[in-house]
């Protein structure tokens, strides 16, 4: 089992619907959670993070955390076409270790 | 403020052969990481240092991989004898600060694209 697991797509949505992305982890004790958009042939940058129980909402971006499911999500409202990119999970392990999933390449098409 | 920066961006070089990249991190950030994405994975730790201390290496392949921060601040990754599947990209990221719940926000340079032939 992969330590941080995340569907690799692609997911297409249509522009101005809501993208969904998962992932799930394995290390009960992990704190931190992150979520990274990577443009193709760009370095990932920071959207959200997340620390606690429940939702976190940022512009068009809500980050949900289910620590019992060990289960994070990501949801883009309103996707536009500039969303497409890989959406890279990250999680801290205890110890601090920042593990990332495979990535999901998601498309918005116009 | 100037960001994670990395040289070169691009090499290629033929197996067994020797390859150095180098990364000057943000101005006061005293983490840093160098890690290793190839082609449709997400990034994997090679090495992280706090200050010019190893935090963490677990994952560099030591037999050929080295790494240093001398002084605390630039920090070189060293790949000798070099073999196909260390094609890749390599990423250094920098953060203000370490430990506790909430990690500073790690930022990452543009990468150094490897190629070996």
């Known amino acids: 089992q992969k330590e941080v697991e995340q569907n690799s797509g692609p997911l297409s949505v249509p522009e101005g619907a809501i993208a969904s992305l998962n992932c799930t982890y394995s290390?009960?004790?992990?704190?931190?959670f992150f979520w990274y958009r990577q443009y193709s042939g760009k370095s990932p940058e920071l959207i959200m993070s997340?620390?606690?129980?429940g939702d976190k909402e940022d512009g068009r971006f809500t980050a949900q955390l289910n620590k019992a499911s060990q289960y994070v999500s990501l949801l883009i409202r309103d996707s536009q076409p500039s969303d497409s990119a890989t959406y890279l999970c990250a999680v801290k392990k205890q110890g601090g270790k920042l593990i990332f999933g495979q990535g999901t390449e998601l498309s918005v098409k116009p | 403020e100037a960001g994670v920066a990395q040289s070169p961006r691009y090499k290629i070089i033929e197996k067994r052969q020797s390859v150095a990249f180098w990364c000057n991190p943000i101005?006061?950030?005293?983490?840093l990481y160098w890690y290793q994405q190839i082609l449709g994975q997400g990034p994997k730790l090679l090495i992280q240092?706090?200050?010019?201390?190893?935090?963490?290496d677990s994952q560099l392949p030591k037999d050929r991989f080295s790494a240093e921060r001398l002084k605390g601040v630039d920090s070189t990754l060293k790949i000798q004898p070099a073999k196909l599947e260390d094609s890749a990209v390599y990423l250094c990221?920098?953060?203000?600060?370490?430990?506790?719940?909430?990690?500073?926000?790690?930022?990452f340079g543009p990468g150094t694209r490897l190629t070996v032939l």
């Open positions: 990221a920098s953060t203000t600060f370490i430990g506790g719940t909430e990690e500073g926000t790690q930022y």
């Open positions: 240092f706090q200050n010019n201390g190893v935090v963490d």
């Open positions: 101005s006061g950030h005293a983490t």
């Open positions: 290390d009960r004790g992990s704190q931190s």
């Open positions: 997340i620390y606690s129980n």
